[in-house]
């Protein structure tokens, strides 16, 4: 009995290695968001290591991090810093809105528009990343399918942008969650990501450990879900 109690296999020490690792994976996504230029390719390096590491069991999640961080770097600063940009843009425009007149019907009205008309931004930043870390994108390329996505499957756009939002509030509300939301929250998001990369990533074998990012799937010929036969890879299971 105190063999199973204590075997490190046992879904007890397994739930809590899991835990340890979304603390981890959180705090090295903090650390690395500090220099700002670095958002994007540790986002996606926080998605791609939560998906693989956390739901499909595969080993050293420490080191895809910082892999997937390396083969994203280029792409996902630039991308980034432009999303970066647009979102203290989004920012300014809603905190003049709730310093203006809330007793004005006009203001409130036009408050009720521009927080409506914020999901389009925030649908397509929500799959910028988790996209980035699974298929190979230019700048540009990431961009728009980003935004094909978010009104493509604009129902889990919805429900995904209306979670990171929860998640940020909770955390700039009490601090202390912050040291485990992120990777919470790109753990949650991928239940409904994952469902629709699955229909843009073509039916072939995972890459090897040391294949760069760059030898991923492509979803520039949006290929259909693979009918099945041969053991999936991780990021079709």
């Known amino acids: ?23 981890v994976l959180s705090a090295l996504w903090l650390a690395l968001c500090l220099p700002v230029a670095t958002i994007g390719p540790a986002t996606a390096a926080l998605y791609y290591t939560v998906v693989k590491c956390i739901r499909r069991g595969e080993a050293e999640p420490y080191k895809n991090f910082f892999r997937s961080f390396r083969d994203n770097f280029k792409v996902g600063a630039v991308s980034g810093v432009i999303a970066a940009a647009v979102g203290v843009v989004l920012w300014v425009g809603w905190m003049m809105f709730n310093l203006a007149n809330p007793e004005d019907a006009g203001v409130a009205f036009m408050r009720t528009v521009y927080t409506v008309v914020l999901v389009i931004p925030l649908g397509v930043a929500v799959y910028l990343f988790p996209a980035l870390s699974r298929f190979t994108f230019g700048v540009g390329g990431l961009y728009a ?40 929250t790109a753990l949650l998001t991928s239940l409904f990501l994952e469902r629709i990369f699955k229909k843009y990533t073509p039916g072939r074998e995972a890459p090897r450990p ?8 492509s979803m520039e010929d949006l290929p259909a879900e693979p009918d099945g036969g041969e053991e999936p890879p991780w990021y079709l299971k």
């Open 1 to 23: 009995m105190f063999q199973r109690i204590f075997n490190p296999n046992n879904l007890f020490f397994q739930g809590c290695s899991k835990i340890f690792d979304l603390v």
């Open 145 to 184: 399918a980003s935004f094909k996505l978010a009104f493509r499957h604009l129902p889990s756009t919805v429900v995904v942008v209306l979670l990171n939002v929860e998640m940020v509030s909770l955390s700039l509300k009490y601090m202390a969650p912050l040291f485990v939301t992120p990777a919470l």
């Open 210 to 217: 040391e294949e760069p990012l760059s030898a991923h799937p």
